[in-house]
Antibody
Framework: QVQLVESGGGVVQPGRSLRLSCAASGFAFTDFGMHWARQAPGKGLEWVAVIGHDGNIERYADSVKGRFTISRDNSKNRLYLQMDSLRAEDTALYYC?????????WGQGIRVSVSS | QSALTQPPSASGSPGQSVTISCTGTSSDVGAYNYVSWYQQHPGKAPKLIIYEVTKRASGVPDRFSGSKSGNTASLTVSGLQADDEADYYCSSYEGINNLGVFGTGTKVSVL
Protein backbone atom coordinates (compact mmCIF):
# COMPACT_ATOMS: atom_id res chain seq x y z
CA GLN A 1 0.00 0.00 0.00
CA VAL A 2 1.01 3.62 -0.49
CA GLN A 3 3.23 4.95 2.28
CA LEU A 4 4.53 8.48 2.65
CA VAL A 5 6.78 9.21 5.61
CA GLU A 6 7.94 12.75 6.31
CA SER A 7 11.05 13.66 8.28
CA GLY A 8 13.28 16.63 9.00
CA GLY A 9 10.93 18.86 10.96
CA GLY A 10 11.65 20.61 14.23
CA VAL A 11 12.06 23.95 15.92
CA VAL A 12 14.04 26.62 14.09
CA GLN A 13 14.68 30.33 14.57
CA PRO A 14 13.25 32.91 12.18
CA GLY A 15 15.46 33.45 9.15
CA ARG A 16 17.01 30.00 9.34
CA SER A 17 16.58 27.02 6.99
CA LEU A 18 15.15 23.53 7.23
CA ARG A 19 14.90 20.66 4.75
CA LEU A 20 11.97 18.28 4.84
CA SER A 21 12.15 14.84 3.27
CA CYS A 22 9.43 12.38 2.30
CA ALA A 23 10.13 8.69 1.72
CA ALA A 24 7.62 7.15 -0.69
CA SER A 25 6.82 3.48 -1.15
CA GLY A 26 4.07 1.20 -2.42
CA PHE A 27 3.63 2.86 -5.81
CA ALA A 28 5.58 3.81 -8.94
CA PHE A 29 7.02 7.07 -7.62
CA THR A 30 8.37 8.15 -11.01
CA ASP A 31 4.85 8.12 -12.49
CA PHE A 32 3.29 10.68 -10.16
CA GLY A 33 3.47 14.35 -9.38
CA MET A 34 3.91 15.15 -5.69
CA HIS A 35 2.77 17.93 -3.38
CA TRP A 36 3.71 19.51 -0.10
CA ALA A 37 0.80 20.94 1.87
CA ARG A 38 0.66 22.47 5.34
CA GLN A 39 -1.76 23.17 8.13
CA ALA A 40 -1.06 25.83 10.74
CA PRO A 41 -2.27 25.03 14.27
CA GLY A 42 -6.07 25.20 14.38
CA LYS A 43 -6.24 26.41 10.78
CA GLY A 44 -7.16 25.07 7.37
CA LEU A 45 -5.10 23.35 4.71
CA GLU A 46 -2.80 25.12 2.26
CA TRP A 47 -1.06 23.75 -0.82
CA VAL A 48 2.60 24.79 -0.59
CA ALA A 49 4.22 23.39 -3.73
CA VAL A 50 3.84 20.77 -6.44
CA ILE A 51 6.39 19.03 -8.65
CA GLY A 52 5.82 17.06 -11.84
CA HIS A 53 6.58 13.37 -12.06
CA ASP A 54 9.98 13.98 -13.65
CA GLY A 55 10.73 17.22 -11.85
CA ASN A 56 10.21 19.35 -14.94
CA ILE A 57 7.37 21.39 -13.42
CA GLU A 58 7.45 23.23 -10.09
CA ARG A 59 4.74 25.52 -8.76
CA TYR A 60 4.58 27.41 -5.46
CA ALA A 61 2.07 29.21 -3.31
CA ASP A 62 2.62 32.98 -3.28
CA SER A 63 3.28 32.76 0.48
CA VAL A 64 6.45 30.69 -0.05
CA LYS A 65 7.59 31.68 -3.54
CA GLY A 66 11.28 32.58 -3.58
CA ARG A 67 11.90 31.01 -0.15
CA PHE A 68 10.93 27.35 -0.57
CA THR A 69 12.16 24.86 -3.20
CA ILE A 70 10.52 21.54 -3.97
CA SER A 71 12.63 18.77 -5.51
CA ARG A 72 12.67 15.02 -5.92
CA ASP A 73 15.12 12.16 -6.37
CA ASN A 74 13.38 9.47 -8.39
CA SER A 75 16.30 7.07 -7.88
CA LYS A 76 15.63 7.16 -4.14
CA ASN A 77 11.83 7.58 -4.19
CA ARG A 78 12.19 10.75 -2.17
CA LEU A 79 10.55 14.14 -2.19
CA TYR A 80 12.12 17.21 -0.58
CA LEU A 81 11.17 20.69 0.54
CA GLN A 82 14.00 23.14 1.15
CA MET A 83 12.69 25.94 3.34
CA ASP A 84 14.82 29.08 3.61
CA SER A 85 14.25 32.42 5.32
CA LEU A 86 11.68 30.83 7.59
CA ARG A 87 9.08 33.02 9.25
CA ALA A 88 6.83 32.56 12.26
CA GLU A 89 3.86 32.17 9.89
CA ASP A 90 5.50 29.06 8.38
CA THR A 91 4.81 27.22 11.64
CA ALA A 92 2.61 24.29 10.66
CA LEU A 93 2.20 20.57 10.18
CA TYR A 94 3.68 19.80 6.76
CA TYR A 95 2.26 16.96 4.67
CA CYS A 96 3.77 15.10 1.75
CA UNK A 97 1.04 14.04 -0.71
CA UNK A 98 0.83 11.90 -3.84
CA UNK A 99 -0.70 13.18 -7.04
CA UNK A 100 -0.73 16.18 -9.38
CA UNK A 101 -4.26 17.31 -10.32
CA UNK A 102 -5.73 14.94 -7.74
CA UNK A 103 -3.97 14.14 -4.48
CA UNK A 104 -4.93 10.63 -3.45
CA UNK A 105 -2.70 9.85 -0.47
CA TRP A 106 -1.17 11.84 2.36
CA GLY A 107 1.61 11.23 4.84
CA GLN A 108 1.01 11.67 8.55
CA GLY A 109 2.74 15.03 8.60
CA ILE A 110 5.80 16.55 10.25
CA ARG A 111 5.80 19.55 12.56
CA VAL A 112 7.77 22.68 11.83
CA SER A 113 7.89 25.41 14.44
CA VAL A 114 9.56 28.75 13.72
CA SER A 115 10.26 30.59 16.92
CA SER A 116 12.98 32.63 18.54
CA GLN B 1 -4.67 32.65 -4.47
CA SER B 2 -7.84 33.25 -2.48
CA ALA B 3 -9.26 30.27 -0.64
CA LEU B 4 -12.48 28.77 -1.91
CA THR B 5 -15.47 29.67 0.25
CA GLN B 6 -17.16 27.02 2.38
CA PRO B 7 -19.67 27.42 5.23
CA PRO B 8 -17.88 27.13 8.60
CA SER B 9 -20.26 24.49 9.88
CA ALA B 10 -23.04 22.10 8.92
CA SER B 11 -25.00 19.59 10.93
CA GLY B 12 -27.63 16.92 10.77
CA SER B 13 -29.11 14.08 12.76
CA PRO B 14 -28.13 10.47 12.09
CA GLY B 15 -29.71 9.27 8.88
CA GLN B 16 -30.23 12.77 7.52
CA SER B 17 -28.35 14.45 4.68
CA VAL B 18 -26.06 17.43 4.69
CA THR B 19 -24.73 19.38 1.71
CA ILE B 20 -21.60 21.52 1.79
CA SER B 21 -20.96 24.18 -0.83
CA CYS B 22 -17.59 25.29 -2.17
CA THR B 23 -17.58 28.55 -4.11
CA GLY B 24 -14.67 29.60 -6.24
CA THR B 25 -14.15 31.57 -9.43
CA SER B 26 -13.91 31.12 -13.17
CA SER B 27 -10.16 30.51 -12.69
CA ASP B 28 -10.56 27.46 -10.49
CA VAL B 29 -13.82 25.63 -9.75
CA GLY B 30 -15.56 27.06 -12.80
CA ALA B 31 -12.71 26.30 -15.16
CA TYR B 32 -11.67 22.78 -14.31
CA ASN B 33 -13.19 19.45 -13.31
CA TYR B 34 -10.31 18.89 -10.89
CA VAL B 35 -12.40 19.43 -7.77
CA SER B 36 -11.68 17.15 -4.84
CA TRP B 37 -13.14 16.77 -1.37
CA TYR B 38 -11.17 15.67 1.68
CA GLN B 39 -12.35 14.45 5.09
CA GLN B 40 -10.16 15.18 8.10
CA HIS B 41 -10.78 13.75 11.55
CA PRO B 42 -9.09 15.50 14.50
CA GLY B 43 -5.38 14.77 14.68
CA LYS B 44 -5.45 12.80 11.44
CA ALA B 45 -4.24 13.39 7.90
CA PRO B 46 -6.83 14.34 5.27
CA LYS B 47 -8.49 11.51 3.35
CA LEU B 48 -9.66 11.79 -0.26
CA ILE B 49 -13.43 11.35 -0.55
CA ILE B 50 -14.36 12.73 -3.98
CA TYR B 51 -12.18 13.59 -6.97
CA GLU B 52 -12.81 15.09 -10.41
CA VAL B 53 -16.06 16.58 -9.10
CA THR B 54 -18.14 13.40 -8.92
CA LYS B 55 -15.88 10.34 -8.62
CA ARG B 56 -15.71 8.51 -5.29
CA ALA B 57 -12.30 7.46 -4.05
CA SER B 58 -11.63 3.79 -3.47
CA GLY B 59 -13.54 2.42 -0.48
CA VAL B 60 -15.72 5.50 -0.02
CA PRO B 61 -19.40 4.58 0.43
CA ASP B 62 -21.98 5.84 -2.05
CA ARG B 63 -23.47 7.97 0.72
CA PHE B 64 -20.93 10.55 -0.41
CA SER B 65 -21.57 12.35 -3.68
CA GLY B 66 -20.20 15.40 -5.45
CA SER B 67 -21.50 17.84 -8.03
CA LYS B 68 -20.71 21.18 -9.62
CA SER B 69 -22.61 24.06 -11.15
CA GLY B 70 -20.73 27.03 -12.51
CA ASN B 71 -18.24 28.25 -9.92
CA THR B 72 -19.73 26.25 -7.05
CA ALA B 73 -19.07 22.62 -6.17
CA SER B 74 -21.01 20.67 -3.58
CA LEU B 75 -20.53 17.61 -1.41
CA THR B 76 -23.58 15.74 -0.14
CA VAL B 77 -23.38 13.22 2.68
CA SER B 78 -26.52 11.11 2.90
CA GLY B 79 -27.52 8.81 5.73
CA LEU B 80 -25.31 10.64 8.22
CA GLN B 81 -23.35 8.45 10.60
CA ALA B 82 -21.43 9.33 13.74
CA ASP B 83 -18.11 8.73 11.99
CA ASP B 84 -18.96 11.37 9.38
CA GLU B 85 -18.35 14.01 12.03
CA ALA B 86 -15.17 15.67 10.77
CA ASP B 87 -13.78 18.66 8.90
CA TYR B 88 -14.34 18.67 5.15
CA TYR B 89 -12.22 20.60 2.66
CA CYS B 90 -12.76 21.13 -1.02
CA SER B 91 -9.85 21.73 -3.36
CA SER B 92 -9.62 22.81 -6.97
CA TYR B 93 -6.85 23.14 -9.51
CA GLU B 94 -6.31 26.84 -10.15
CA GLY B 95 -5.16 28.12 -13.50
CA ILE B 96 -3.31 31.30 -12.54
CA ASN B 97 -0.65 29.82 -10.27
CA ASN B 98 -1.18 26.32 -11.70
CA LEU B 99 -1.40 25.05 -8.15
CA GLY B 100 -4.36 23.80 -6.17
CA VAL B 101 -6.41 25.96 -3.84
CA PHE B 102 -8.29 24.69 -0.77
CA GLY B 103 -11.61 25.71 0.62
CA THR B 104 -11.89 27.31 4.03
CA GLY B 105 -13.17 24.07 5.55
CA THR B 106 -16.51 22.98 7.00
CA LYS B 107 -16.99 21.28 10.33
CA VAL B 108 -19.76 18.70 10.07
CA SER B 109 -21.50 17.73 13.30
CA VAL B 110 -23.78 14.75 13.71
CA LEU B 111 -26.35 15.75 16.30
Amino acid sequence: QVQLVESGGGVVQPGRSLRLSCAASGFAFTDFGMHWARQAPGKGLEWVAVIGHDGNIERYADSVKGRFTISRDNSKNRLYLQMDSLRAEDTALYYCAKGYHTVTHWGQGIRVSVSS
Amino acid sequence: QSALTQPPSASGSPGQSVTISCTGTSSDVGAYNYVSWYQQHPGKAPKLIIYEVTKRASGVPDRFSGSKSGNTASLTVSGLQADDEADYYCSSYEGINNLGVFGTGTKVSVL
